[in-house]
T-cell receptor
Framework: QQKVQQSPESLIVPEGAMTSLNCTFS??????FAWYRQHSGKAPKALMS????GEKEEGRFTIHLNKASLHFSLHIRDSQPSDSALYLC?????????FGKGTHLHVLP | GPKVLQIPSHQIIDMGQMVTLNCDPV?????FYWYKQILGQQMEFLVN????????KSKLFKDQFSVERPDGSYFTLKIQPTALEDSAVYFC?????????????FGSGTRLLVI
């Protein structure tokens, strides 16, 4: 059974800081690795996804995957108060996506 | 962008009664999912549905649960009978495929309270 774990559980950073969120998974055959963002009371929304080892950058957001280490991460450059939300990492095996418990990010103005 | 609509947003129901949660997925999506989230806990996979069939279900998908999408209408999750432990937020999601366009589009959830 796939296990997906996130760290830290919560994070407070000042505006303008670099934020790093981590996710580990247990199934080395996993094929899809993604980050979702959920504002309170709203639907989770896909931020970025990656399928092979390496990095992918979109604007202020970078996702990094290391399958050998069973680890991927999300880095947010120049963090903004509007980035404050619950961040969920997601890993897919055959038919289903398993989500982590989430990291609560608070960016202080 | 495209949205998944969930109806109702809130539901209160007496234990033992039946409840149907409705989901209107993104129109060209082919795969449909239900997830369950108890307050403060992980969002947990319930079921994956494609081409009229359940592809995979978790141990949380008890015998009292069923899903269907008759003739391209709502994708529904039915619980009959309900139990107190079914109280949670239920999220519906859809995706175009399970390859490189695997990103899920989620609805805003149905908050179910069984009393």
């Amino acid at each position: 059974q796939q296990k997906v774990q996130q760290s830290p559980e919560s994070l407070i950073v000042p505006e303008g800081a670099m934020t790093s969120l981590n996710c580990t998974f247990s199934d080395s055959a996993s094929q899809y690795f993604a980050w979702y963002r959920q504002h309170s009371g709203k639907a989770p929304k896909a931020l970025m996804s990656i399928f092979s080892n390496g990095e992918k950058e979109e604007g202020r957001f970078t996702i990094h995957l290391n399958k050998a280490s069973l680890h991927f991460s999300l880095h947010i450059r120049d963090s903004q108060p509007s980035d404050s939300a619950l961040y969920l990492c997601a890993v897919r095996g055959a038919y289903k996506v398993i989500f982590g418990k989430g990291t609560h990010l608070h960016v202080l103005p | 962008g495209p949205k998944v609509l969930q109806i109702p947003s809130h539901q209160i129901i007496d234990m033992g009664q039946m409840v149907t949660l409705n989901c209107d997925p993104v129109s060209n999506h082919l795969y449909f999912y239900w997830y369950k989230q108890i307050l403060g806990q992980q969002m947990e996979f319930l079921v994956n549905f494609y081409n009229g069939k359940v592809m995979e279900k978790s141990k949380l998908f008890k015998d009292q649960f069923s899903v269907e999408r008759p003739d391209g209408s709502y994708f529904t999750l039915k619980i009959q009978p309900t139990a107190l432990e079914d109280s949670a937020v239920y999220f519906c999601a859809s995706s175009l495929e399970q390859g490189r366009n695997s990103d899920y589009t989620f609805g805003s959830g149905t908050r179910l309270l069984v009393i």
